[in-house]
């Protein structure tokens, strides 16, 4: 048998670099694009920095309804009009709500991006937001409520923000609640379009087969009634902390534990980046190894590290059985105090060698290289180039993994569970088994 | 319609869905291996694709070879557990493995000049699997605690168990893939390795990777690596019941405290692309979409828009498998609807298509939606590569990959409403209610 051979060099391919390019329009709108050679499609999208934290009390789940509106009419468009355009070139198109942005985003064969620009703008400039429509949309978003219950999964992690950011605004659950998602009208969803879809905020990416000047020509004409001045700020997210529980009957019980996180302008994001990964972020990550490997305490055992803007969380998520709880939480503990307070070199290696080549991988598709352009143009005002940040996933050291990770394990812990969780160890014990590490 | 006659959008786009230039050759111990050449980016996508899944589980062994396919990961007598996963790690490739009915499958992306040392690692478990009780005891506890999350706290997913047994009788499509709870507690040490050694050998698998190689290389490669391995002789055989044609209608319906969303499946026993006469799976493909396109299919039309009766509706055909198949409808009510009526409204919308027919923009916009998923697919490495290993895996060839868009294209009008009026038919279907249980 050879011994595999384990380079540590990593071959990133040509620069691609050179072939983005942005144009910001004379209201702050940003189009970037990136030409690609050799694919058939395209992908092109708006991609807005408002999200569930911009909502004021009572807009709760607004972003989100917005989104979904969005293909519900225009003034020139029926919805069944949008859907069969765009099916009628093969397209593709959908959106997105998170807590700091709102995308639209279609998938063409050939270049059918005129198109694509046309109806895009035609949704988030002249919608009609018709009433029965917005009747039968509250049922649809009322029902994704009702199965989001059922997933009790889902249902911790919505715990989790919550209770990590002390109800606010950032830590609200992205589809509201029914009472909130009832009460919005056509009104209100003018005045959050109005207030928040600003074009300093707005970015249209395109990805594969585009032309630059073509998108930047197209986008000045139809988004030119996109008002120019920036939205206020967001209410500060600030991680609070605390312990959450839901005693259901269920047959396993779901659990996060979490911590303050940093922000994706911090310097320390990658080497928290770096923790997440060799603490539980794959097959050979410790957590994965000592519970589910050699204990067999779980199925899906993970870690990871969600920074927004300007604070972020870490977090740990499992699930095991009532009768395993009691084993599970102290080996979860001491596997993370110990990573933090002992990872390895070969570990930390290892941990940069996957991040930097999940960065590789996927981008020959023409949807996610447009998403992430975006993300970095609302996030930097510029797409990061590939170089760039695999030299600052490099230059993370074993000191700067314990640094990053004392400092998490400081914050107060957040803690959430789901199912049969009355014998899961109670906040003080959890704050004392983990308060050597600090 | 010809591919040639199909209209277009934009006369300049390249001929609709049509693939990469992929080769298929075979090493002489009787290994396939496809390779799906790809240089966008400096990644490969490697995958092992083993005929044999769930539907091959021995009587009373129901889970083995999912379960199996977890205990490939423990380790061989030259890699020590964790070591493949370490390697695959340092390596900077992600990694995972998937069974399915008829397929158990295992995949590592890495950068291109890994392919070697994956490949190696990969050969070297196809035949030097070591397991020992003490490997074999936590990890049955981590099967039991998947099938805890996946089914027994979610009734959509033990409906969706109580459908597959009620459609098919006799085949073991009809058994859950992860296995019976009460059967996994059971399994054990030489179970796994009884399933080892009759199913993974070289003439039973077949090797795709996609990514920016060239096939002369991979193939230098594969003689290397997996063409050490000895062949065993014939490639071992699927032994399994075939369902007969049903004749009842089935209700089978699930009551349970939890659930906050009701909805309404119903699933018919139809044939898949390897048990279907020429044209006939095709024409289901697009049949499924008519009916169930998100948006813009006659169910969301008729349910939807028209008659207010639900939030949503779907539909989705197993189209890639070995033996029958099965095709689902389904629907979410609007508060306040029974599913009882919300069945009678799916029904009347099946039995007007079969009365009336489709006309041809809807049969073209689904043809379309078809071709140009395939199209998209071809976007990332990974589905490219899944498309074709599941294809051999359930009995396809390279060809008929590459000529399904055509295929797809030659579907008339009336073949959808002969495909509708044959297979949508009360006596091959199955309906299942989930219900919120308001007694608990």
Partial sequence: MNAPSRSKDLKIGAPREEAVRITTLPNGLRVVTETIPALATASLGVWIGAGTRHEREGEQGLAHLLEH?????TRRRSALDIVAEIEAVGGDLNAETSVERTSYYVRLLGEDVPLALDILSDILTEPAFDKGELKREKGVVLQEIGACEDTPDEVVFDMFMETAYGGAPIGRRILGTPKTVRAQTPESMRTFLDRQYRGPDMVVAAAGAVDHDAVVEEASRRFASIKGEQPGAPV?????GGDERKIRKLEQAHMVLGFAGCSFHSPDHYALHVFSNLLGGGMSSRLFQEIREKRGLCYEIYSFHQPFSDTGTFAIYGGTGEDKLGEFMPVMLDCLREAAERPTDEEVARAKQQIKVSLLTGLESSARRAEQMARHVLAFGRVLPREEIVAAIDA???DDVKRVARTMLASAPTV???????????PGRIAAHLGSAA | MTAAEAPSADPSAPVRGEGPQVSDFKLANGLEVVVIPDHRTPVVTHMIWYRN???DDPIGKSGIAHFLEHLMFKGTSNHPQGEFSNIVAELGGQENAFTSLDYTAYYQRVAKEHLGAVMDLEADRMSNLVLSDEVVDPERDVVLEERRMR???DPGAQLGESVASALFTHHPYGIPIIGWMHEIESLGRADALEFYKRFYTPENAILVVAGDVEADEVKALAEKTYGRISARGDAPVRRRPQEPDTRAYRRVSLADPKVEQPSLQLGFLVPSYTTAQPGEAEAIDVLTQILGAHA??????RLVMDKRVAVGTGGWYQSTAVDRSRLVLYAVPRPGVALEDLEKDLVAAIAELVEKGVDEKELERAKTRLIADTVYAQDSQASLARIYGSTLATGGTV?????WPSDIEKVSADDVRRAAAQWLDARRCVSGYLVKDEAA
């Fill in chain 2, 53 to 55: 899944g769930s539907a």
């Fill in chain 1, 416 to 426: 959430t569970a789901v199912g049969p969780v009355r014998k899961l160890m109670d």
């Fill in chain 2, 296 to 301: 813009t299919g006659r169910l969301h039309r």
């Fill in chain 1, 236 to 240: 500060e997210g600030v991680y609070a």
């Fill in chain 2, 399 to 403: 060809r008929d990959v590459a000529r």
């Fill in chain 1, 396 to 398: 993370i050291t074993l």
């Fill in chain 1, 69 to 73: 509106m969005a293909f519900k009419g």
């Fill in chain 2, 151 to 153: 089914v027994e706290t």
